[in-house]
């Protein structure tokens, strides 16, 4: 991205590295890259925080919020490795993440016409079949969007890169979630809902054509199959990549038991608006610039599990929800939660780029997101369950517990990684 226009200049102040040593179609890749992160965070700013206040609006059960949650993350469970096959079989990572992400954008479109096709109830269970749909769509692209990225962007640049790019998914978010939830309280439910969906398509197309910017990932395409008994095997030379798996997938579980439901908490406990809850989104967007500004350059630094160890006050934030009775509670307990997960999270996905082997990235993705899916689905499961019987606390205590023991797993397990491993060839 060239630093003499404005947005070169602008992408420059958010730690956006520098290029010259790069060929000219890898600068051209990266920065469609940037900007399709750019354009759809501001799309996903307009529906991501609002599906289960959606929902919710439409008359949605606290189990129907925790079936989705669950769905979700199965539905992914089941696509992550046809979809990786697929990737890996073409090679061609750059296609079908085209394909995926337009068609998860037109479940939106399904979601904002639900109240005009059926009645509240029926409304409710296409919003729900939609935002399955969508998650399954996604999975089944996110092993080439996973590749493809560690293709474009070099391993000496990731820290400062994806830190950028954070930057401004989180600037444009910071701006747009506010004007959604003003959008959605001034237009009424469940209109103000669909008006910003269809905003969220729009500008999600725009995300689209960037993305189709992007050259073909340059690795070799893997003409021979490598059987899923192989790539089992292969996971002996990658201890990194196991134990980062199981204690993020502990960490993971920890965080579904509750997270889904911290918007009902707001909604139900404390009765807050979606105004207020809008607003709560927006600071932690602003604390994880912050946290990103600071981190991506420590991060080329320090090195990728030193910048994980923010993570550490990880479990503390469903019990400070516990606290919260007014707004600027709330706002404090997210400024928390988005600085501590910024560290966290910026390492975390270098870290499953760092470990995982460049032949045949797909597929161990396809096994980190497949067990992360079904490890998560059982926590909106369980804590929906536990909701209906109990009541938040219990339920946002067992998270905190589970959270801990993730970490614990994760600082005594996972060391730096080394040099981008290899693996057996089936």
Do not use: C
Not at 267 to 284: D, P, Q
Not at 415 to 423: D, L
Request: hydrophobic share 55%; glycine share 10%; proline share 5%.
């Amino acid at each position: 991205m060239k630093r003499t226009t404005v947005l070169g200049r602008v992408a420059s102040s958010l730690g956006y590295p520098d290029l010259t040593m790069v060929s000219d179609d890898q600068r051209k890749g990266m920065r469609a890259f940037w900007l399709d992160g750019m354009f759809s965070s501001l799309s996903g700013a307009f529906a991501d925080p609002y599906y289960t206040l959606y929902m919710l609006s439409l008359n949605a059960s606290n189990a129907q919020i925790g079936l989705v949650n669950t769905l979700n993350q199965l539905v992914g469970a089941v696509l992550a490795f046809p979809g990786a096959a697929v990737a890996s079989r073409t090679g061609r990572y750059k296609a079908l993440v085209l394909l995926t992400g337009t068609l998860s954008r037109l479940m939106w479109v399904v979601m904002l016409i639900a109240p005009w096709l059926l009645s509240d109830s029926g409304a409710v269970w296409l919003v729900l079949l939609a935002w399955i749909g969508l998650s399954g769509i996604n999975a089944f692209g996110n092993a080439a969007w996973t590749a493809l990225s560690a293709d474009l962007v070099p391993v000496r640049l990731r820290g400062g890169y994806f830190a950028s790019r954070n930057i401004v998914i989180h600037l444009v978010r910071l701006a747009a979630i506010p004007l959604a939830g003003q959008l959605i309280y001034a237009a009424g439910e469940p209109r103000g809902f669909q008006f910003a969906l269809g905003i969220a398509f729009v500008v999600g197309l725009i995300a689209i054509y960037y993305y189709s910017r992007i050259p073909e990932h340059g690795g070799a395409v893997t003409t021979a199959r490598l059987g899923l008994r192989a790539v089992f095997r292969g996971m002996e030379h990658l201890p990194t990549f196991v134990r980062f798996v199981i204690s993020h997938s502990t960490l993971h579980l920890g965080v579904m038991i509750a997270g889904p439901f911290i918007n009902v908490y707001m909604v139900e406990e404390v009765h807050f608006n979606v105004g207020v809850i809008s607003l709560v989104a927006t600071i932690s967007v602003a604390a994880t610039l912050v946290g990103m500004r600071v981190l991506g350059r420590l991060h080329d630094r320090f090195g990728i599990t030193w910048t994980m160890r923010f993570g550490l006050l990880i479990p503390l934030i469903p019990v400070a929800w516990l606290w919260v009775q007014h707004p600027w509670q709330a706002y404090l307990v997210e400024a928390m939660s988005a600085l501590t997960w910024a560290g966290y999270n910026l390492g975390a996905f270098n870290l499953l780029l760092a470990s995982t082997p460049n032949d045949h990235r797909p597929q161990y993705v396809a096994i980190y997101t497949t067990i992360i899916s079904v490890v998560g689905a059982v926590g909106p499961l369980l804590g929906g369950w536990l909701l209906e019987m109990l009541d938040f606390g219990p339920v946002f205590t067992l998270s905190a517990a589970v959270r801990g023991l993730g970490l614990i797993l994760f600082f005594v397990l996972v060391r730096e990684p080394g040099t981008p491993p290899e693996t057996a060839r089936g």
